[in-house]
């Protein structure tokens, strides 16, 4: 469907084995609302281009949409990407694989500058909607020519809430966001691999097809199986603070 092959080699990301732990800089929590962005940025003669492998195997997978901010006192606004090579859209819902062995999905955003970018997803109806996204390509919108990537396996994730992994964890490369949905009730998005904790939902491998790489899930039943919970997640930095 002229979906791009992934990026292997350089950057790959660490075995599961590993414990590297990386902090990355501290920033404030913006308390915002996915409902509440109202307004829409398009692509096209942007700054940089995201690419991004996504998994969203499970009966009750969720929906899935992504905002842009240029700063971290800005509020988020909705952006537009592509989905396997297919035309603009500000989200998706429902089970995109058909196995957790299928291949990889990717997305591709244009960011219009510099900037944070955000990663919602809310839970479906039941616990088998365990949705996966794996290390971000940063590129050259005009040539796709790799930047950096920022690389889901060198750390876990800071975010909050309850679930399988301690609130402890740090993560130099993304961090939760209070949506205040369901109560203040949010999801948590896990480091994984070998598959994801509840059967008939997430990937068996990450996106390189490594059955111990490292990829990123929703564990929604170990966020208690809520409907329409919110897993929220930003990048820690600029976009242009990954890139050396």
């Known amino acids: 469907m ?94 995109q694989q058909s196995t957790s062995a299928a291949a990889w999905g990717e997305l591709l955003v244009e960011l219009p500058d510099d900037g944070v970018v955000y990663f919602y997803y809310t839970s479906g109806s039941g616990y088998r909607g365990d949705f996966a996204l794996d290390d971000i390509d940063i590129e050259d919108p005009r040539t796709s020519t790799v930047l950096s990537t920022i690389d889901i396996g060198d750390s876990n994730f800071e975010r909050g809430g309850s679930g399988q992994t301690q609130p402890l964890d740090h993560n130099g490369t993304f961090q939760v966001v209070n949506t205040g949905i369901n109560n203040t009730i949010q999801g948590l998005w896990n480091l994984g691999s070998n598959g994801t904790p509840s059967g008939n939902t997430g990937p068996t491998t990450d996106h390189n097809g490594l059955l111990y790489g490292l990829f990123i899930f929703t564990e929604v039943s170990g966020s208690g199986n809520t409907p329409n919970k919110v897993y929220s997640l930003r990048t820690t930095n600029l976009i242009s603070e990954y890139i050396s």
């Open 2 to 95: 002229g979906v791009r092959s992934f990026r292997t080699g350089t950057g790959q990301k660490k075995n599961a084995t590993e414990k590297g732990i990386y902090r990355g800089r501290a920033e404030s929590f913006l308390s915002t609302r996915r409902t509440g962005l109202a307004s829409v940025v398009s692509g096209g003669g942007g700054a940089y281009q995201l690419r991004i492998p996504y998994h969203a195997y499970g009966v009750n997978i969720g929906s899935f949409a992504m905002a842009y901010a240029p700063d971290f006192s800005t509020a988020p606004t909705t952006i537009e990407f592509s989905k396997d090579g297919g035309s603009l859209i500000t989200s998706f819902s429902g089970q």
